[in-house]
């Protein structure tokens, strides 16, 4: 809510618009009996002249009210569209400043929702509020009161009507509640076993499966008819109720009334006022009801994006960080990690267990291990992408948490186990690290990764536009280019997490030879499936769930780690022999 | 035009069967509708009574009586009973057929897409023909609800206020209903301003959640190349495009609430204002007057109902139409084709594949000239580079595809000769990608031999080395296999797979190796499991493990969609031709 209030005063001007436009819609739905009650009085009383001046005034008000609700509805979408859009530009700047631990505790799809289904509803709920939140207990009570001001000595059958009408709802939404639950959770399994269907659908139909898949969707969709029956009778009983309440409260009145019409027959004219508020006030407690329904979604939303509006900025380096550095003179003598360890949030036993080895500037260190031995853990964390839970990474003597990260991400280049590219030209992406590479330095960096032949082949080269989600590019081409981007930059330091897997066994060789040749001075951490692409790394670690538990060269690994030997024995077969 | 056809055929095609119910509705709607518009000329005579019987009591001498009040207010009371009980009873009705007919229309979907062949789901994405179920049916489901019957009733009540306004006063009946016209004009047009402002809303919108989805999933480069400004800065015009186009389409759909409310408050200021008027200048019986006013405040409030409900239906409506549409579309789509009457018996010879020629679209032929020969109880490995027409081969096998030319022939019959399921269960497949189902695991096993007894289920298991697993669970066989669980990792979904096609007992089999990376425990299982299920079985692979490669009685090498080699791995090798280089650069046989 306090969220809400701080994006909605920039807009203080236009919300007394909109809210004094709603209130005078409001005010001249009320007022308009209290002038029939006149108009009536003047009938019995053969006042001509009082109709025709009420009558202008009865029209007049007809007419501030349409503006007014034009009014009020044009500067209600107004300051909730505007609201919205402030607030997901405020969520989007937030979340660019989370760290990827923090994008990834949320999940990068859950965010997307956040950012869009839920301040959809926000705005929805910013909207209804302008609209309706104020006019609806405005028209009730108004209505209320009037209704008892025009007929005081009928107070009882107004408050008696609407507490049938309130205790009756709560009867039948009672009743309702407990299919609500039951509803959503056979529509899931609805889902679900639609979703299976159409995944398996080789399986079901080699299998001969058709009939009882069938049965089985047949049975969860006959017990959702069940309840949706019973649903709908429900709500079908309800309107009718509460018809039948007010218009019992009407005959009431009228009974009532004509008890003591002898004594004031001035009541005559009042009836109809009456009834009209009384019909006033079962309109307001059905939007009521809707919108009690509909707020409660849109603050459900709210919460959620005031979670990560609240959340902390993690950072990576120390406040102090200092200056920007020299990225010619980063990296000169080594890297050196010590005692790292990682735990993801909420995981009771870390991925990494302290960790230490030492790197020295141009070198190539390899890294093996079987799934889940935390390697690619430990190239996010040399990235500096993920945040040590212990231990200290120092470069070049200097722990690396005096350097900023945007720096450090200057001169460190990674390329991750799934290949990512945006949608643009193949230039766009390929400049994301290094914006002002020249044509010479991507033309390069293409023919290095292996790309050069596809994207030659395309008549607009570099120009060409990658699709979402990189639909026109192969596996193996992604791959390519998102090696390509990490080499424009010239890093410093190239980190590849199992960067060449979709790339055949040739080019994957001479991807190989280029970074030996012409990056030989990039220190270069090289983490791989295949121990033929680290076979000649200066220094192996081999990682075994979180622990290293070997280090040396290929040799030495062979001579004396069980696992390494374990693992070169498993892909010999593959043929990791010859290469 | 053609579009509401449609949708109408398949409304009707649904609401067929339920045609006494609606009758029964229909009945109930028009004497609920009828009583409900007598009602009020009930009110206003108690209101004449009442005015008559103060008259009487102010003027010395009258006679005053409540009688004829208190019979009005009874008929009153009286009708509008009626009316609610009319209105409960066909509302009663029409949940049930509009639950019971959308349950039927899901029923239908899900047995329709049974029918479909593998290319219509090859060519539509899960997420689509998903949102058939959960978006288009459930847009339809509101509007049988909310809108279909409601254009019924409303209809109904429009009508028939404009009936009994005639009756009551014509001219009074001309005046409430002057602004109509102008009303539902102006309904109109703003609805379908509003449906392209909508549109244009929805166009910016997704623009931007595609932006927003990208950008995030690919948070981490982001944060590697330090792009976060970069993506602040473009994704300001976006957001500012979905805020222009939102406030028009927002202002537009959200007017006509208040507009309606706005013509309403109008209307019954003309009908106060001209009826009192009337009363007074055509020197009419005040009693009667002031009943006759009352009378028309009531009908045009409810007069104005049906105008304001039928335009607010709409967008539903249009929804719904939308969802019938692309329903109707799938159960139009071509059906598996399944003519054949020929049962297939055990496997006694082979399966031999004679120029076979395919392609998914005409203009790109996958396979050319395929000839295969495989005798009974051989085993065939198909290797060749990514594209080379592997998998297809074994999409043609099974019948999920027909062939273009050439022939496929099973024991001497052609394949297309077979009823399909007869083919179906003598040939089993084993994917790369193993699909389970949110059952237990015994129901996976089983899944293509519902009745198999535990023993036969233990049995396939312990083939596939998955048992020992299964007996550590503390539900054992009845564990659930769920989707988002990570009791099973891939090689045990893998290992799952392989009991479950063991159980079937097929002839013929079909396997499309696993290239995921497991651990070299798994694997090692997996390796055995396959031998296991090959073992005395005639089969298919589309090989990636060398060691599998070399096991194979007859190696055929597809390359662009030819059969470049065949032969033995010795044959092949001494051949020195593509197999051979191959094995010797140690390409990836992917």
Redesign the interface.
Known sequence: MGLLLTYAKPYWKKIIVAVLSVTL?AA??LA?PQ??EK??T???Q?Q?DV??K???F??A???V??A???T???Y???V???V??DI??AE??K??????QQ?QSYS??N??VR??NDINQV?QLV?QML?MVLRVPMMFLGAIILAIWTLPSLWWVVLLMIALIVLSSKRIFSMMGGYFGKIQQLIDQ???L?????????????????G???AS??DN??E???V??R???L???M???F??IS??A??AA??F??TS??EA?DQ??K??PF??YL?QILMALLMLGMISTFASRGFVSLKRIGSVMAEETARLDKEAAGQPIDKAAFLTKGLRVEKLSFTYPKAKEPVLKDLSFELAAGQTLGIVG???SGKSTLA?LL?R?YQPTAGTMTIDGEDVQNIQA?DW??A???V?QKP????GSIEKNLR??NPDASQEELAAAVRAAQAEDFVQAYPDGLAHEIS??SANLSGGQKQRL?LA?ALV?KPRLLILDDATSAL???SEKRVQEVLEKDFSKTTKVIIA?KIASIIHANQILVLDEGRIVGVGSHQDLLDQSPIYQ??YA?QK???AD?? | MNKLKEAIAYFINYLKPYWKGLLVAAVFVLAGTYAQIK?PLY?GD??SA??K??TA??TPGGH?S?ND?YQA?LA??LF??LS??G??LS??V???V???S??QM??GL??N???KT?RY?DSHQ?GK??SL??SDLDNV?NAM?SAVFQIFSQGVLFLGIIWMMMEKSLTMALVTMALSPLAILVALLIVNKARKQIEQQQQA?GD???Y??????????????????A??DA??PY??K??QA???G??YS??L???M???S??N???V???G??L???NGMD?AA??SL??VF??YS?QYFQPISQLTAIYNPLQLAITGANRIRDVEQKPNEVNDGKKVAGPLKDGVVLSHVDFAYQPERPILKDVSIDVKKGQMVALVG?TGSGKTTVMNLL?R?YDLTAGEITYDGTSLADFDL?SL??R???V?QES?V??KSIRDNIA??K?DASQEEVEEAAKQANIHDFIMTLPQGYETMVT?ADNLFSTGQKQLL?IA?TIL?NPDLLILDEATA????VT?EKIQRAMENVMKDRTSFVIAH???TILSADQIVVLKDGRVIEKGSHDQLIAQKGFYAELY?????F?
Not at chain 1, 95 to 100: D, E, G, P, R, V
Not at chain 1, 420 to 423: D, G, M, Q, R, T
Not at chain 2, 212 to 229: D, F, K, T
Not at chain 2, 584 to 588: A, D, G, I, L, R
């Open positions: 819609l001249s739905t308009q002038f029939l108009m009536m003047a009938i019995i053969d001509s109709i025709l009420n009558g202008v009865l029209l008000l007809a007419f009210g349409i007014a609700g034009i009020g509805t044009y209600a979408s107004q909730s569209q505007g919205a859009a997901r530009r989007y700047e979340i660019q400043a989370f760290s990827l994008v990068s799809a965010l997307v950012l869009t705005q909207m609209q609805n889902n679900t639609a979703q299976e269907n159409l995944a398996g659908v080789r399986v079901v139909k080699s299998f001969n499966q058709q009882q898949e069938e969707f047949a969709t006959n959702l008819t069940a949706n029956r649903i709908g009778y709500f079908n009983l309107f009718p109720i018809m039948l218009y019992a009407i005959a009228l009974l009334i004509s019409i002898k027959p005559l004219a009836i109809t009834i009209t019909n079987s799934t889940g996010l990235a992408l945007s991400h200057q460190v280049g990674i991750m990512v590219l945006f949608s994301m690290g979402e989600r998102s981007r930059k055949d066994a040739r499936e374990e693992i498993s077969g593959k043929g010859h290469e | 009602a009110l108690a209101i009442l005015t019987y103060v009591a102010l005053a409540l009040f207010l009153m009371v509008y009973l609610e009980i209105l409960v509302g009663l029409i949940s049930r509009s639950s019971d959308v349950g899901r029923l899900f047995s897409l049974q029918k593998i789901f899960d023909i998903l179920f959960t489901f609800n919108t931007l959640n595609g927003i989805n990208e950008q995030l999933s690919g948070q981490a480069v982001l944060l590697a190349e330090g792009q976060q400004r993506s602040i994704f300001a957001n500012d979905v805020r939102s406030q028009k927002q202002f959200g007017l609430s208040p507009l409310q706005g013509f408050l109008l019954l200021a003309i106060i204002f001209f009192s008027w009363v007074l200048h005040k007057g002031l006013i009352v405040v009531t409030q580079p099974n999920f399921r179906r269960s040939v089993g497949i994917l699909v189902f949110s899944y293509g519902p989707g797979s479950r079937t990376n497991v651990d070299t694997e493990r060398l060691k010797y650069n140690q390409m990836v992917d």
